[in-house]
Structure formats: structure tokens, C-alpha cells
């Protein structure tokens, strides 16, 4: 399902002295099945941002739209909403507070009101999708570890069946190997499910890694929105903003002015990898 916002302000503290415009003017559609990322330095409004894709937020101007219905009419059913637009905010193991792992994740399926062996369902699949073992649904959820805490957190949102997941930096804190762990997981659900995915992030590396597109959050606007080209070749736009471009792209820059390859609009590792191989076999022809 679409989500769209037409012209999105929203100000905190509204009327005193801490008042604050956190969101200016946003505009933009995300399309069924979309996988976005969302970029800005810390304090530039993206947290402020996915909070009003499912209602937590109301705009304080503008609208919102979900399935092309304002969220803001007064009879819009906010339940339905939340349970189609899901929301894993950063740090999600922090939300865990059930007995057990099977409990955690079934607590939002309960909520519904949904059928016990249906929620049951739900709380397996989910489970599964994210890689936790069936032996696991009895154990306390504070006795895992930090990768498999912030799974069973993930999948309490995914037994909600969502049309949307919507990620507040999933991989923040883990080592390099538990991070790619997650970001591969939320690409592969994203494929099995057919889901929209909105992926909020500070690195560079990452939103090159997964997503079709990047909007570029910067003081409360939409600075860009666009192909992960289109945003990365805006490489001095992004740096007065305090971003920059994943760090690959930079070494492939500095070998593009030694002259030892052309400007290929290089963003990812593996994208580097083709690239430089096939440099290396086309001398080693020449020097036959």
C-alpha cells in the first residue's frame, strides 16, 4: 500500500517557548513494494518522520495518506493503520518485555484479537522469517543474545503482518558481521513478503547496499529523493550537509584521478569488486 505526504509540517511544543518545526513542507510517494532509505544527520528530522507514517505523529499541517486516505479524518481506523504500517524503532530489544520469546511475539496478534491458533501461526512463521529456532519460543527473551534479542523484536512486528516495515537504524550497535545479518534478512523478507520497506540509516554503505532510493533528510526538509545514483553523484551537496558518500565510492574516486579507471558512478563493495577484476584481467590480456 502507498503512503504519500502532501505538504507535512509538524512543530514540537507548539505555543511555547521550546517550539520547534521539526518536519518543513515534505512531500513525496513511496510506492507498493519500494525499498527506501532515509539519510540525515543526527537531529534533521528522520525519527520525526516515520512517526507520522503510522499515525504516532499527527502533522501539524499538511496531510498524510495511507492507501490514498487521509489519516487524519477523525473516523480513520489508527489500529488498522498501525498494524499494516509497522514501525521497528532503534535499539527495538529494548521493547521487549514478555515472560518468554513466544509471548513477545504473539503479544501484538493478541492484541487484534486473533484466533488463538491463527496468532500462534503468526508468532511461528514470524519467528522463522527471522531466523529463531522453534526451541527458543519458551525461553525468556532476556537471556538471548544482542543479535537475537533485536530479531525476536523485529518479528513481533512482522506477526502483525505488515504492508510497510519502517526501520529506525535495525543494525545499529552490531559488529560488522551481525549487521549485514540483519540488513540481508530484512532483503530477503522484503522479497518473500512483497512488502514495502522504508530503512532509516546513518551509513552510507548500507542504503547503497539494499535500497532503489534514497531521500535525504537535512534540518527538517526533503533535501533530495532519488536513484542511489542520482543521490551519491550529489557528492558536495551531501557533504555541506555533514553526509557523505559510502567510502568505496570515495577509493574509486581517487583511482578514477590517477588515471587507473573512469568515473563508473561506483557506490557498493561488489559493484568495486566487478570493476577492478575486470581492470586487472584486461591488463594481464594486454601483457600476454
Known amino acids: 500500500m502507498s503512503i504519500t505526504f502532501d505538504k507535512v509540517d509538524y512543530i514540537y511544543g507548539k505555543g511555547t517557548s521550546f517550539e520547534k518545526r521539526a518536519l518543513k513542507d515534505i512531500s513525496f510517494h513511496i510506492r507498493d513494494g519500494e525499498f527506501v532509505g532515509i539519510i540525515g544527520h543526527t537531529g534533521s528530522g528522520k525519527s ?23 489519516i487524519s479524518n477523525r473516523e480513520y481506523d489508527r489500529k488498522t493503520l498501525r498494524q499494516n504500517v509497522g514501525i521497528v524503532f532503534q535499539y527495538p530489544e529494548h521493547q521487549l518485555f514478555e515472560a518468554t520469546v513466544g509471548k513477545d511475539v504473539a503479544f501484538g496478534p493478541n492484541n487484534l484479537n486473533i484466533p488463538g491458533l491463527q496468532a500462534d501461526v503468526r508468532t511461528y512463521e514470524a519467528l522463522k522469517s527471522v531466523g529463531i529456532d522453534d526451541s527458543l519460543l519458551d525461553v525468556s527473551p532476556f537471556d538471548l543474545s544482542g543479535g537475537q534479542k533485536r530479531r525476536v523484536a523485529i518479528a513481533g512486528v512482522l506477526a502483525m503482518k505488515p504492508k510497510v516495515l519502517v526501520l529506525d537504524e535495525p543494525a545499529a550497535g552490531l559488529d560488522p558481521v551481525g549487521r549485514r545479518d540483519i540488513l540481508d534478512m530484512i532483503a530477503r523478507i522484503r522479497r518473500e513478503e512483497n512488502i514495502t520497506v522504508i530503512l532509516v540509516s546513518h551509513s552510507m554503505e548500507d542504503v547503497a547496499e539494499y535500497v532503489d532510493r534514497i531521500m535525504v533528510m537535512n534540518d527538517g526538509a526533503l533535501e533530495m529523493d532519488g536513484t542511489v545514483s542520482e543521490v551519491f553523484a550529489r557528492r558536495k551537496e551531501l557533504e555541506e550537509m555533514g553526509l557523505s558518500v559510502p567510502q568505496i565510492s570515495l577509493l574509486m574516486g581517487d583511482l578514477e584521478d590517477a588515471g587507473i579507471i573512469k568515473d563508473t558512478g561506483i557506490y557498493t563493495m561488489e559493484e568495486a569488486v566487478r570493476v577492478l577484476s575486470q581492470k586487472l584481467l584486461d591488463r594481464r590480456g594486454r601483457n600476454q
Open 48 to 70: 520525526t518522520l516515520i512517526q507520522h507514517m503510522n499515525g504516532l505523529l499527527k502533522c501539524t499541517g499538511g496531510n498524510v495518506y495511507y492507501d490514498c486516505k487521509d
